[in-house]
């Protein structure tokens, strides 16, 4: 079996290496390093969780600890698709560049200009960046990228779902045409592969598996159920997701909740915690210094349960969590298998569990269909499913009642259970986005005001 000690690292590295306790490199690394350290470029076909980030770090280093920066010209560049990314990278390069002297800077959002100009200025080995930032700091004449020796691109497929790809096929034509770069996608998307073949030059190819072949130790499980009413399957859902949890008592020590939509993210967070849980929730609309604290505290096992979208959640390196529950099915396939992935890392077992209504079932089958396995159904953990109310009765009901808002009445039934009663107002945010309700036993508009009447009456005069 290869150890790092025959990949030809640098002492320096090596002993970081050990030091942070590896001693077999991953099969990326064992594929990637030798290349990168022979400078050649490098397509690294890999996803997070592979062990990709030491892949091009640890060569990055041995290669920069020769020579020095000078200053608003980095020596080398890394691009991730979103800051917890970059700031993850960062933090590697900390790790193992702890015997050599380099300096880096982070650009990225949420993080003064002032202060990384001021390390730009100084000049800087490693340059780690989200690609509009990088963009925003050159345009305002702060740096030069013709002094990169190594470009890396983390990521790619994510970058591609998030519009960045004009950007870094700038930024590409920025640095020098002689740069070495490595490049990692979890995929290769038609648009990815043109990337590749116009900017890497005979990159060495090193694909592993993918991590839906090496997933045996998370057991998976799906609850496939009917809310009893459309205007009900947020809240039927939310009940569903406390059982599944309660369910697993002690054993689920910390847990990843993926929503589909950010929207849902906080309102899954907030019911969460109205009963109890300790949830918060992180999404790409929250301040950086929420976000981190968020991660900070998940990680040192504050917060017990986090409530995710994938952008928000893709690349983080939280290594023991117990549980992964998706509150829906993802609607891309590949999705499920980042999330799952979020557990049972490194051998350790894990568990991830599914929610599936009707209107999931097309994309539930297209994750079958990837993984090409059944997910095991399980029964659904709430005893019983409350039932419809006839709507008969409702029509009967007297007048004060039928003028309850769909919304309070929606909110009802989340009280189902014995967790502590909300305050009077508590049901409003968690069912802002409660699906269609259009049934007759809906008084009023609910939540759905149709939109002439937003309209402005002077709008409507002066067109
Ligand atoms: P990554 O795919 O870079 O996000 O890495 C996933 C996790 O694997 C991180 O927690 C790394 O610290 C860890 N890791 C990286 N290299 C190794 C290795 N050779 N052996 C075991 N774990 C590793």
Same mark, same amino acid.
């Given at each position: 079996? *290869? ?8 002492? =320096? ?10 001693? *077999? ?96 200025? =100084? ?105 009893? !009413? =459309? ?127 009707? !209107? ?8 079958? =269909? ?38 309070? !009445? ?11 009663? !909300? ?41």
């Amino acid at each position: 079996m *290869t150890k790092f000690s025959d990949l030809n690292l640098s002492p =320096k590295v090596l002993k970081a290496v050990e030091e942070a306790g590896y001693e *077999t490199p991953t099969p990326i690394q064992e594929g990637a390093i030798p290349h990168a350290l022979d400078g050649k470029d490098v397509l690294g076909i890999a996803q997070t969780g592979t062990g990709k980030t030491a892949s091009f770090t640890l060569p990055m280093i041995c290669k920069l600890a020769r020579g020095r920066a000078r200053a608003r010209m980095p020596r080398s560049l890394v691009l991730c698709p979103t800051r917890e990314l970059a700031a993850q990278v960062a933090e590697n390069f900390d790790t193992y560049s702890k015997y050599v002297k380099l300096t880096k800077a982070l650009l990225i959002g949420g993080v003064s200009f002032k202060e990384q100009d001021q390390l730009i200025d =100084k000049g800087v080995d490693v340059l780690i960046a989200t690609p509009g930032r990088l963009l925003d700091h050159f345009e305002r004449g702060k740096l030069l990228l013709t002094g990169i020796e190594i470009m890396v691109v983390d990521e790619a497929d994510r970058m591609l779902d998030m519009g960045f790809i004009p950007d870094i096929e700038r930024i590409f034509s920025l640095t020098p045409f002689t740069r070495q770069t490595l490049f990692f996608s979890a995929t290769m998307a038609p648009e990815i592969e043109r990337i590749t073949n116009t900017f890497l030059s005979a990159p060495a190819r090193i694909e592993v598996a993918r991590q839906a072949t090496a997933s045996e130790t998370i057991e998976q499980g799906a609850v496939v159920f009917k809310p009893s !009413r =459309k205007d009900r399957e947020g809240s039927e859902k939310r009940k569903v997701l406390r059982a599944l949890i309660d369910a697993e008592g002690e054993a689920c020590t910390n847990a990843i909740i993926f929503c589909n939509r950010k929207v849902d993210v906080d309102v899954v967070a907030k019911s969460l915690k109205k009963y109890g849980y300790n949830a918060s929730p992180i999404h790409g609309d929250l301040d950086q210094s929420q976000r981190t604290k968020t991660l900070d505290g998940f990680r040192n096992g504050d917060v017990r349960l986090l409530i995710a979208s994938d952008v928000a959640a893709r690349g983080l390196d939280i290594p023991a969590v117990s549980h992964v529950f998706n509150f829906d099915v993802p609607s891309h396939a590949e999705d499920y298998v980042h999330r799952i992935g979020r557990t049972g890392r490194a051998g350790r077992s894990g568990k991830a569990f599914t929610i599936c209504t009707p !209107r999931d079932e097309k994309y539930f089958e297209a994750v079958e =269909k990837l993984l090409q396995k059944e997910i095991p159904r399980l029964d659904n953990p709430v005893a019983e499913a409350p039932a419809p109310a006839p709507v008969e009765a409702r029509e009967d009901t007297p007048k004060d009642d039928t003028r309850k808002s769909s919304r309070s !009445r929606r909110s009802d039934s989340d009280k189902g259970d014995s967790r502590p009663s !909300r305050s009077k107002d508590s049901g409003r945010s968690s069912d802002r986005r409660s699906g269609g309700g259009r049934d007759k036993t809906v008084v009023g508009m609910g939540d759905h005001m149709p939109e002439f009447i937003a309209l402005s009456f002077e709008e409507r005069r002066a067109s």
